[in-house]
């Protein structure tokens, strides 16, 4: 993933191309509005962090002028003062995915950032994965055509283990993800979570199946090749 910071003040932005390089993410970093729109005409980005404030042009215009990846502007996230309601809404209005208040915790930054990916990346586009089938804007998991009575929960397991086939989900990632900060989790709460959904996509027909990755997490894989956690 690759990602354009657009941030004059020479201390936040080596703070947050630190820290999103860390976490994982390739990361180019420019301070100015100019600088930002000549970035996107020779580089493909899957998103951009944009100051509103720039010492050459309002970023407002950068986000109305930003470059486009297959006909979709780049998902953009707007930093923004805390006092400054009328240009957040104006940001907004043109498109920004999401804006963030200064002064920020670059952690709370780096989940809205993968918030926003995750939107933009074809977010209503069917999943699939041999009979098994996603359609992420009704919700409903099929195999042949025949719905799967899942819960809520294990929709959103399955959805994640499709967009993330063949590779692996990590557990913690999991639980990150699934439950929201106020549940108390446990892994093994995740373990029977997985159980449940394995049961009922084997129930189902589905050729599809969860594998265990010792001490790592999970794989959905087209053939059934699973190998449970002892309970
Ligand atoms: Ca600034």
């Known amino acids: 993933m690759k990602l354009l910071v657009v941030e004059d003040h020479p201390n936040l932005r080596s703070l947050l191309v630190d820290h999103l390089r860390h976490r994982g993410f ?36 950068v986000l109305e002028q930003r470059g486009a990846d297959r ?16 240009s957040r809404i104006a940001s907004l209005d043109a498109g920004a995915d999401d804006y963030v208040l200064k002064p920020f915790d670059v952690r ?3 989940a809205r950032i993968r918030a926003v990916l995750r939107r933009a990346s074809n977010s209503s586009v069917t999943l699939s994965c041999g ?24 929709t959103m397991l399955l959805e994640e283990m499709l967009r993330t086939s ?5 557990k913690e990632y999991l639980e990150e993800h699934l439950y929201a900060d106020s549940e108390s989790v446990t892994l093994n709460a995740i373990e029977a979570l997985v159980s449940r959904l394995r049961r009922k996509l084997a129930n189902g027909g589905a050729r599809a199946g969860i594998q265990t990755v010792r001490g790592i997490g999970y794989r959905l894989l087209p053939g059934r090749d699973e190998t449970d956690d002892p309970a």
Not at 72 to 78: E, F, N, Y
Not at 166 to 170: A, F, G, M, S
Request: charged share 30%; net charge negative.
């Open 131 to 154: 009979n098994l089938v996603f359609e992420p804007r009704a919700r409903q998991a099929s195999v042949d055509g025949k719905a799967l009575d899942l819960s809520r929960r294990e």
């Open 108 to 110: 709370e930054l780096e």
């Open 166 to 170: 063949p590779r692996i989900v990590v």
């Open 26 to 61: 390739a990361v180019d970093a420019v301070d100015t509005g100019q600088r930002a729109l000549a970035a996107q005409c020779v580089t493909r980005y899957d998103a951009m962090i944009l100051d509103l404030g720039l010492p050459d042009m309002d970023g407002q215009r």
């Open 71 to 86: 006909d979709r502007p780049i998902p953009c996230i707007i930093l923004t003062a805390r006092d400054a309601v009328e």
